[in-house]
C-alpha cells in the first residue's frame, strides 16, 4: 500500500468468533478500523477505536440497516488499484481512502434455514447483501485487497503481516475461499427459494442440484491401494456424523475404513442401552446390547469372531477400561474404533498393548448419541447422481401388526426390535437372526432370499435355537420360514407385502412361530 495512505481495515462480520484479539493486533500493526453496525459496536466495548463507516462515506445507514455499506467511497476502496494513475486519481477527486484488508463473514442464512418453523420472512431477512458484494469485490482485487472471509483465517493473516506483508499465493488463497464461500451461499439461497420447506413433497427435489463439500482430508488409499480417494465433509455437517469425528489416535483412514466406520455410527445410534456393533465390509456381523458395554461388546464380538478379525467396532458409551481388556485379548485384531470418548486407562491399553496398538485408529466423536436432522443420501452412478432420504426415520412398533395366532413372548419382542433396527443396515437380500440380545447370525447381500436365511443359519449354528429372525424386505415363499424353523427359530418380523403373504403366514402357523408384520420395507442396495 502506497505511504501517502493510512493502513486501512473494512470490518464488518455476522460471526464474530477471535475477532477482538484479531482486530487487535491489526491495531497493533498501524491499522484504523472502519466498520458497521453491530461490529462497530461490539469492538466499542472492547474499547477498540472504531471509525464509523457513515462518517466515512457521509451516508447514514437506513432502512434497519440494510442500506450502510453499498457506496463509492466503500467499494471504491475496495475495488481500487492505487497504482494506476485513473484509480489515483478518483482517489483524490473523491476523498477515498483504499483498504488493505477486508474483514467480513455473512448472515447465517443456511444456520437459519436449518432451524424448525423459520418462516419465509425471517429466512429472507438472513440473504446478505452488502457483505457478498465487499466480499466479491476484495476478492476480485487480491492484489491490492486481502479478503478475509473466516475466523480460521485470522492468525495466518497476523502470522504474515507481522513478518512484513501477506504473499501473493496467500491472497490468492484467501480469494479463491472467499468465492467459494460466496457461490456456496448463493446456491443454498437459490435451493430454498425453487424449493422452500412449504413446497409439497415434489418440490422438495429441487430442479437443479449443486452439493458444497470442502476437502477433509486425503485418505491412504480408495477401495483397493491402486486408487487414491479424499473424505470431503459437508458445510455445516451436524455433530452427530463422521465429519464431525476427530482420529485422536493410529494410521491414516483409507476409504473402506470411513465406509465402515459411517455404518458402525449409524448402527449404534440407533440404540439407547449400552450397545456394540462388529462391522466388516459395511455389513454387521455382530451386535450386542446389555446392560454394560464390556457384555454388549462380548455379545457382539461373539456373534461372528472370524469375521470380527480385522473389523471395525462402534460403541455408544465412552469406551472403559473392561471394554478395553475385552479387544487387548491377543487373538484380536481391529481395524478402527468409534465410540463418543475413550477413558484414559482404556486408551492408554488399546494404544500400548496388543500388536495393533501403533495401528488402530481411535475416532471421537463426542455427539455420537445426538440427534441429527434427516437429510439425503447421494449416489454417483455413471452420467449423475440418484438422491433420496436417508432411512433413518424411527419405526413406528404401534403399527406393527401379529399376523399369527401365536403372539411373541415378551422376551422374544425385545429382540425382534433389536433384530429389526439392525436389518435395515444390512446389503440386501438380509436376514439376521438373534437371540437375547444379540447378532448370532447374518445373511447379506444375495440374490435370493432363502440363500441369505441358509448364511445365517450356517453363521449362527446352535445359537439360533430359541431365536428370532428379521428380514428387510417380503418373503416371496414358504421356503425361506421352512429353513429357519429347521434352525429353531422362533418368532419372525418382516414387511409383508407379498401376494404369497398368506402362504408364508400359513406356514408360521404350522411351525408355531409367532409373525410380526411392520409394513415398512428397508432395502439396501
Known amino acids: 500500500m502506497s505511504e501517502s495512505f493510512p493502513r486501512r481495515a473494512l470490518v464488518s462480520v455476522s460471526d464474530k468468533s477471535g475477532l477482538g484479539p484479531f482486530v487487535e493486533g491489526l491495531v497493533l500493526l498501524g491499522f484504523e478500523i472502519v466498520s458497521t453496525g453491530g461490529t462497530r459496536r461490539f469492538l466499542d466495548e472492547l474499547g477498540i477505536d472504531v471509525i464509523d463507516v457513515s462518517s466515512y462515506t457521509g451516508f447514514p445507514e437506513m432502512m434497519a440497516g440494510r442500506v450502510k455499506t453499498l457506496h463509492p467511497r466503500v ?28 474483514v467480513c463473514n455473512l448472515y447465517p442464512f443456511e444456520q437459519t434455514i436449518a432451524k424448525k418453523g423459520v418462516t419465509p420472512s425471517e429466512a429472507i431477512e438472513q440473504i446478505d447483501i452488502g457483505g457478498p458484494s465487499m466480499i466479491r469485490s476484495a476478492a476480485k482485487n487480491h492484489a491490492y485487497v486481502a ?61 437443479s442440484l449443486n452439493l458444497g463439500f470442502r476437502r477433509s482430508m486425503r485418505l491412504r488409499y480408495g477401495e483397493n491401494p491402486h486408487q487414491q480417494a479424499a473424505f470431503y465433509a459437508e458445510t455445516n455437517a451436524a455433530p452427530a456424523t463422521l465429519a464431525a469425528t476427530e482420529q485422536l489416535h493410529g494410521k491414516e483412514l483409507s476409504y473402506n475404513n470411513l465406509l465402515d466406520l459411517d455404518a458402525a455410527l449409524s448402527i449404534v445410534r440407533e440404540f439407547s442401552d449400552p450397545a456394540v456393533v462388529v462391522i466388516k465390509h459395511n455389513n454387521p456381523c455382530g451386535c450386542g446390547i446389555a446392560d454394560t458395554l464390556a457384555k454388549a461388546f462380548g455379545k457382539a464380538y461373539d456373534g461372528d469372531p472370524l469375521s470380527a478379525f480385522g473389523s471395525v467396532i462402534g460403541l455408544n458409551r465412552p469406551l472403559d477400561p473392561a471394554t478395553a481388556e475385552l479387544l487387548c485379548r491377543p487373538d484380536r485384531f481391529v481395524e478402527a474404533i468409534i465410540a463418543p470418548g475413550y477413558e484414559d486407562e482404556a486408551f492408554e491399553a488399546l494404544t500400548t498393548r496388543p500388536k495393533w496398538k501403533k495401528n488402530v485408529r481411535l475416532m471421537r466423536c463426542p455427539a455420537l448419541n445426538e440427534d441429527r436432522p434427516m437429510s439425503r443420501d447421494v449416489r454417483r452412478v455413471s452420467g449423475g447422481l440418484l438422491i433420496q432420504d436417508h432411512d433413518e426415520r424411527p419405526e ?91 434352525a429353531g427359530i422362533t418368532a419372525v418380523i418382516q414387511p409383508g407385502g407379498s401376494r404369497n403373504d398368506p402362504e408364508v403366514i400359513s406356514a408360521c402357523n404350522e411351525h408355531g412361530l409367532a409373525m410380526i408384520l411392520t409394513g415398512r420395507r428397508h432395502f439396501k442396495h
Not at 467499494?75 to 488493505?100: K, M, V, W, Y
Not at 501473493?168 to 488463497?173: G, T
Not at 468465492?179 to 409439497?200: G, Q, W
Request: proline fraction near 6%.
Open 147 to 207: 479478503v478475509v472471509s473466516n475466523p480460521s483465517q485470522y492468525a495466518k493473516v497476523l502470522e504474515q503481516l507481522n513478518a512484513g506483508s501477506l504473499s501473493d499465493q496467500f491472497r490468492h488463497d484467501l480469494s479463491a475461499t472467499a468465492f467459494e464461500m460466496t457461490a456456496r451461499y448463493d446456491r443454498a439461497i437459490a435451493d430454498y427459494l425453487v424449493s422452500p420447506p412449504s413446497a409439497d413433497a415434489d418440490g422438495n427435489f429441487p430442479k
Open 75 to 102: 467499494h471504491g476502496a475496495i475495488l481500487g488499484r492505487p497504482n494506476l494513475p485513473d484509480d489515483a486519481a478518483a482517489f483524490a477527486q473523491h476523498g477515498i481512502i483504499p483498504f488493505e484488508l477486508v
Open 396 to 486: 413406528t412398533a404401534s403399527e406393527w401388526q401379529c399376523v399369527t395366532p401365536r403372539e411373541p413372548t415378551d422376551a422374544e419382542t425385545v429382540d425382534l426390535t433389536f433384530c429389526w433396527q439392525i436389518c435395515k443396515h444390512v446389503k440386501s437380500n438380509a436376514i439376521v437372526f438373534a437371540n437375547s440380545g444379540a447378532i448370532v447370525g447374518v445373511g447379506a447381500g444375495q440374490m435370493s432370499r432363502v440363500d441369505s436365511v441358509f448364511l445365517a443359519v450356517h453363521k449362527a449354528g446352535q445359537r439360533s435355537h430359541g431365536g428370532i429372525m428379521a428380514s428387510d424386505a417380503f418373503f416371496p415363499f414358504r421356503d425361506a420360514i421352512d429353513e429357519a424353523a429347521k
